[in-house]
Structure formats: C-alpha cells, structure tokens
C-alpha cells in the first residue's frame, strides 16, 4: 500500500507540473515591433523604464512572460527611414535596413507600432510625402495579415504657425485615412496655439516628459485590448 500511494503522488505531482508548463506554454506568443524617431527611442523620459514602449513592455510582460517589444525607434528619424529596402527618393534619405518596415516584417511581428511625432515636418517634407510612405507600409502589412496601429502626430513648438498647421492638418488626414487603426494623443497634447502643453513638455518644446509617455502608454494599451 506504501509504494501504491508513492507512485499515486508521484504521478499527482507529475501532473500538475505539466499542467502548469502547459499553461504558460498555452499563451499566445506576442512580438511587437516598434517603428519609430526619439519618442519611441525614450528621449524625455526621465529614466529608461518610464518611455511609453518600455512602460507597455513591462505591462505585457506581468500577463505573458514570453511577449517580447523590439523597438526600432531612432532619434532624428523621419518616414523615409523606416520604408522599405527597395525605396529610393531624390533628395531624401535612404532606409535604415537595419530598422525599416522590411527588417521588421523579417521578424514575425504579431502587432507592428508605428510612432513618428514630427520629424518630418522639422526637414520640410510635404504632408503628401507623409501619405505616402505610410500608406506603402500600410499595404505591406495588410498584405500579410499583420495588425498595426499607427500613433498620430505630436505637436512640436515650431516657430513658423504654418508649420505647426501642416501638423494638425496631417493629424486630420491620417485619423481620417487609418481610423481603425489610430491612437489619437495630438487632442490631449495640443495646446491653443498648436504647440506642446507645458505639462506635458521634457522643456524643448519637441520631446515628451514622464506624463507625456505615461499618456501615450496609455493610448496605446488601450487599442491593443
């Protein structure tokens, strides 16, 4: 009777073990792929940890150990920057093959995040140009089937108000164009004169503070539900 009920425990044990193995292995993987210039980079945050990418990393994290943020976002980056491999404009700079939309496809994304605030606005890229690119990164992944969100424009302290209009006009076209796949923090950012809200301001009147990545942290998490 001893060794019947050893070998009972022994197989109750062995069960729950696998079970518990199994659980962890029943969840879906999750890789997000980060496309973007220094707000997705971190520039602002006041510590590493507090940017809005690492923010929702930590946050998928505590409900699936295995999800996992590439983030590919660099400072100074415009669209051009991202498109794909083969792209080639006169008088604009090449892909960063090594942190585009190709590059990132070659990767399996299960969501793919794409957060560009100002940048090309600052070096005098038409809101067309803007269209356009992302309109070709949106039909690369439409094509296979991946989801992808695309954050709005940041408002930026630009000197000339025609600048900072061109802004809320891309803003319009790009909720317009992609609504179901929007996350819209320009509202809540703007303010009167269409520059950034002080509150929050990292005080360069162009990158975000803790609050501003906190917000789009926010946003972002909640269109990922």
Sequence with gaps: MRILF????????????????CSECSQPPVRILV????TAEG??????????????EN????????????NFGRS?????????????????????????ITKALELNPTLVIINMPS?????????????RNYRIMVDLLERRKIRYLIISPQPRNFTSM????????LHHSLKSEFSRNFVDVWQVLV???????????SGDGIHLNDFGHAYIFEQVYARMK
């Design 6 to 21: 050893c070998l009972f425990l022994l197989s109750t044990l062995c069960f729950f073990s696998q079970s518990s193995r």
């Design 35 to 38: 496309l973007g210039s220094s």
């Design 43 to 56: 520039t602002g945050a006041s510590i590493p940890r507090n940017s809005w990418v690492s923010q929702l």
């Design 59 to 70: 946050k998928l994290k505590k409900s699936n150990k295995s999800a996992s943020v590439i």
């Design 76 to 100: 100074g980056y415009s669209t051009f920057h991202i498109l794909p491999s083969n792209s080639s404009y006169e008088n604009r700079p090449p892909p960063d093959v090594e942190r585009n």
């Design 119 to 131: 940048n090309d606005a600052s070096y005098g890229y038409s809101n067309e140009e803007q269209l």
């Design 162 to 169: 025609q600048t900072r209009k061109q802004q809320l006009s």
């Design 191 to 201: 303010d009167g004169d269409l520059g950034l809200k002080d509150a929050f301001g």
